[in-house]
T-cell receptor, first 118, second 115 residues
Framework: GAVVSQHPSWVICKSGTSVKIECRSL??????MFWYRQFPKQSLMLMATSNEGSKATYEQGVEKDKFLINHASLTLSTLTVTSAHPEDSSFYICSARDTRRGANSPLHFGNGTRLTVT | AQSVTQPDIHITVSEGASLELRCNYSYGATPYLFWYVQSPGQGLQLLLKYFSGDTLVQGIKGFEAEFKRSQSSFNLRKPSVHWSDAAEYFCAVGATNFGNEKLTFGTGTRLTIIP
């Protein structure tokens, strides 16, 4: 079945540094990927929609300059948390849909990335 | 705007007992409804979906859910739970069936299974 791979699965970084998270669709192409953030014991909140070859669409309240999204190919989207601070510590999850299967194809979720900023 | 309410934060069930997880939604048009399961530190796995037709939908792992428009509900059920069902369960509503539109998730229900 379709698989979405996220890397790394967990990362610890120092405050002020930047961290890049990768989301790959392993056996399908995805013109659109979604990035979510999940705080402990809370639901997933959509941060942005990543569009291949164009700018990402950010949800209200999400800082574009802080959470940089790049979707340079049909199988890879990256989320870079710039100048990370402890309040950015969270669980980040991506999802993608097989573009060739059309609107009826389900979203496939990655296993998430646990970010801890010290 | 669409919204989802999962009234139960945590439910504990004995292995072999039946299960029902509640989900209420708010949406101005015909909703597209989903149940996902999340194991600790993992992503989400789709259990089942509803977008039209039979209001009782069957999913994977023996789960089913019933769409009740009059109650704005989409409760998840399983007749006999297994220890491996312990996880976090999320109900979600979308504007279209699987489309690029945003999914709105509920806050989740954590399921604990006791022997």
């Amino acid at each position: 079945g379709a698989v979405v791979s996220q890397h790394p699965s967990w990362v610890i970084c120092k405050s002020g540094t930047s961290v890049k998270i990768e989301c790959r669709s392993l056996d399908f192409q995805a013109t659109t990927m979604f990035w979510y953030r999940q705080f402990p014991k809370q639901s997933l909140m959509l941060m942005a929609t990543s569009n291949e070859g164009s700018k990402a669409t950010y949800e209200q309240g999400v800082e574009k300059d802080k959470f940089l999204i790049n979707h340079a190919s049909l199988t890879l989207s990256t989320l870079t948390v710039t100048s990370a601070h402890p309040e950015d510590s969270s669980f980040y999850i991506c999802s993608a849909r097989d573009t060739r299967r059309g609107a009826n194809s389900p979203l496939h979720f990655g296993n998430g990335t646990r970010l801890t900023v010290t | 705007a669409q919204s989802v309410t999962q009234p139960d934060i945590h439910i504990t069930v004995s292995e072999g007992a039946s299960l029902e997880l509640r989900c209420n939604y708010s949406y101005g048009a015909t909703p597209y409804l989903f149940w996902y399961v999340q194991s600790p530190g993992q992503g989400l796995q789709l259990l089942l979906k509803y977008f039209s037709g039979d209001t009782l939908v069957q999913g994977i792992k023996g789960f089913e859910a019933e769409f009740k428009r009059s109650q704005s509900s989409f409760n998840l059920r399983k007749p006999s739970v297994h220890w491996s069902d312990a996880a976090e369960y999320f109900c979600a509503v979308g504007a279209t069936n699987f489309g690029n539109e945003k999914l709105t998730f509920g806050t989740g229900t954590r399921l604990t299974i006791i022997p």
